[in-house]
């Protein structure tokens, strides 16, 4: 083999074993690291014209171990709608997490709020990850209120409508990659 040839060759191995280092540093006693199935995590706010307060914050995760079952998703998300002191806020622990491409799913039942009726009931949220300038639907856009929805089966959400307002985070996606 050429020199150019050896060269593009172990080029090329280094980026195939950087390329499976997905995740958080290994240690030497932790051993190698599984990448997880799937995963929203981020904050960030949403852009209304009239000058609403929206905060969006995820940590969903799939284990690797459950990739089969998106209904083994685990972790939390929460929430908050504010405008001029009047809103409420909730936090959800995720019951469902599916991922493709840029786009998550995720849903989960509101453990607490400031909202009366919602703890309880389930929601889902829907995220586009595309950069700085993601957005976000949720469940609760057709109904007017997550008090209002009766039976919201798991892993449901609307179209991504809602934009996150510049500069104010970045929600990130790891694509699910189920063995079918």
Not at 9 to 21: K, N, Q
Not at 57 to 72: C, E, G, I, M, V
Not at 121 to 132: A, E, L, P, Q, S
Request: proline share 5%.
């Amino acid at each position: 083999m050429n020199r150019r040839t050896k060269t593009v060759v172990l080029c090329c191995a280094l980026l195939m074993l950087t390329a499976g280092t997905v995740g958080p540093a290994a240690t030497a006693t932790d051993g190698p690291q599984e990448r997880e199935a799937a995963a929203l995590t981020g904050t960030a706010k949403l852009y209304r014209s009239a000058g609403d307060d929206i905060t969006f914050s995820f940590d969903a995760h799939l284990a690797a171990k459950d990739t089969a079952d998106p209904t083994k998703a685990t972790g939390t998300f929460e929430w908050s709608h504010y405008l001029d002191g009047e809103g409420a806020r909730a936090k959800a622990k995720v019951d469902c997490l599916v991922t493709g491409g840029k786009v998550a799913v995720v849903s989960g039942v509101i453990t607490s709020s400031d909202l009366p009726g919602a703890e309880g009931r389930r929601v889902g949220i829907t995220v586009h990850d595309v950069g700085h300038r993601d957005r976000l639907g949720y469940s609760w856009a057709a109904t007017g209120s997550p008090v209002e929805t009766k039976e919201l089966p798991k892993c449901v959400g609307s179209a991504p409508f809602e934009k996150v307002r510049k500069g104010t985070g970045d929600f990130t996606v790891v694509p699910w990659r189920p063995d079918f």
